[in-house]
């Protein structure tokens, strides 16, 4: 469901907005699953959406450089330890394309990402430990 809204807030970050990248790893079981929630709500919002996938850390350059190519108006991130791992230098791509994104994890916007949407996991830790 977090993927949804993500989806839904980007657009109302920017009206416009037309192409959306979103980076997944898929070393996260659940990214495959967000996929199936995406798709029918792009349609909705009119977005045409492209996948750019990361199964092992040799693929990051390269989905990096077919987003470029790919040229979209807003790039949202799946969650999963490839994007923990890589998540600095993602919003280093983001800011230099000028590319509005929104995050899976709320470690992004504290490293300087433009905008989360998650559970928080210290909350999340603090209750799962009563």
């Given at each position: 469901?977090?993927?949804?809204k993500?989806?839904?807030?980007l657009k109302?970050?920017v009206?416009?907005?037309?192409?959306?990248a979103?980076?997944?790893?898929?070393?996260n079981?659940a990214?495959?699953?967000a996929?199936r929630e995406i798709?029918?709500?792009?349609?909705?919002?009119?977005?045409?959406?492209r996948?750019?996938?990361?199964?092992k850390?040799?693929?990051?350059?390269s989905?990096?450089?077919a987003?470029?190519?790919?040229?979209?108006?807003?790039?949202?991130?799946?969650?999963g330890p490839?994007?923990?791992?890589?998540?600095?230098?993602?919003?280093e791509?983001?800011?230099?394309n000028?590319?509005?994104?929104i995050y899976?994890?709320e470690?992004?916007v504290e490293?300087?990402?433009?905008?989360?949407y998650?559970a928080?996991?210290?909350?999340?830790?603090?209750?799962?430990?009563?």
């Amino acid at each position: 469901m977090t993927g949804l809204k993500r989806l839904e807030l980007l657009k109302e970050i920017v009206p416009k907005l037309s192409r959306v990248a979103v980076l997944r790893d898929l070393t996260n079981q659940a990214a495959e699953l967000a996929g199936r929630e995406i798709d029918p709500t792009a349609r909705a919002l009119k977005l045409q959406v492209r996948w750019f996938d990361l199964a092992k850390i040799e693929d990051f350059n390269s989905q990096l450089q077919a987003i470029t190519k790919w040229r979209p108006g807003g790039l949202v991130t799946g969650g999963g330890p490839l994007m923990v791992i890589y998540r600095k230098r993602i919003i280093e791509f983001a800011a230099k394309n000028k590319l509005p994104a929104i995050y899976a994890r709320e470690e992004f916007v504290e490293d300087g990402g433009l905008l989360n949407y998650s559970a928080s996991t210290i909350d999340l830790t603090r209750r799962s430990a009563v």
